[in-house]
T-cell receptor
Framework: SQTIHQWPATLVQPVGSPLSLECTVE??????LYWYRQAAGRGLQLLFY??????ISSEVPQNLSASRPQDRQFILSSKKLLLSDSGFYLC??????????????FGPGTRLLVL | SQELEQSPQSLIVQEGKNLTINCTSS?????LYWYKQKYGEGLIFLMM?????EEKSHEKITAKLDEKKQQSSLHITASQPSHAGIYLC?????????FGAGTILRVKS
């Protein structure tokens, strides 16, 4: 069966520090991968998605970036965190090429607090 | 782009009571997903609907998609404390999902 992991689970970082969040998927090949952010009192915001190694699409301009160095690994990074980067970061995966009718399955999330 | 509006924003029900959560779209829905989230955790997939008039059930939760494919409802029968959490609807929008803001459900024992 497929599983998705995220780490760390919780992170407290000072403003201006770098960030690296990792997401890995097991039990499937060539998944579509997604990074979402869920801020307090707001819905899920899609940040990045990837349909293959090295292929990243950005949905929202910001100081975050994403990379996919391996088929089942998705990394969210920042060179300098802002206070507004605080939130709950969720990684998700799906399988398919059409982009429709593909259920996304979510990881446990990483809670980031920038102080 | 696709926009989803959920109602109510939150509700509190007595254990054993039925409840309904609605999700309304600004466009025709090609795929509508329901998820449940407990605070501080990831989303758990509940059901996906694609066809107008489609209805699916899992245990005491039933989801429906209207014939015009612009509105979905999630109905919980005889609510239990385990049903408490945030319910989110999501919809296909190109090659991504867009989500509603969520409905917070509290169940009083």
């Amino acid at each position: 069966s497929q599983t998705i992991h995220q780490w760390p689970a919780t992170l407290v970082q000072p403003v201006g520090s770098p960030l690296s969040l990792e997401c890995t998927v097991e039990g499937t090949s060539n998944p579509n991968l997604y990074w979402y952010r869920q801020a307090a009192g707001r819905g899920l915001q899609l940040l990045f998605y990837s349909v293959g190694i090295g292929q990243i699409s950005s949905e929202v301009p910001q100081n975050l970036s994403a990379s996919r160095p391996q088929d089942r690994q998705f990394i969210l990074s920042s060179k300098k965190l802002l206070l507004s980067d605080s939130g709950f970061y969720l990684c998700a995966w799906s399988v398919g090429a059409s982009g429709r009718g593909e259920t996304q399955y979510f990881g446990p999330g990483t809670r980031l607090l920038v102080l | 782009s696709q926009e989803l509006e959920q109602s109510p924003q939150s509700l509190i029900v007595q254990e054993g009571k039925n409840l309904t959560i609605n999700c309304t779209s600004s466009k025709t829905l090609y795929g509508l997903y329901w998820y449940k989230q407990k605070y501080g955790e990831g989303l758990i997939f509940l059901m996906m609907l694609q066809k107008g008039g489609e209805e699916k059930s899992h245990e005491k939760i039933t989801a429906k998609l209207d014939e015009k494919k612009q509105q979905s409802s999630l109905h919980i029968t005889a609510s239990q404390p385990s049903h408490a959490g945030i319910y989110l609807c999501g919809a296909d929008d190109g090659n991504k999902l867009v989500f509603g803001a969520g409905t917070i459900l509290r169940v009083k024992s």
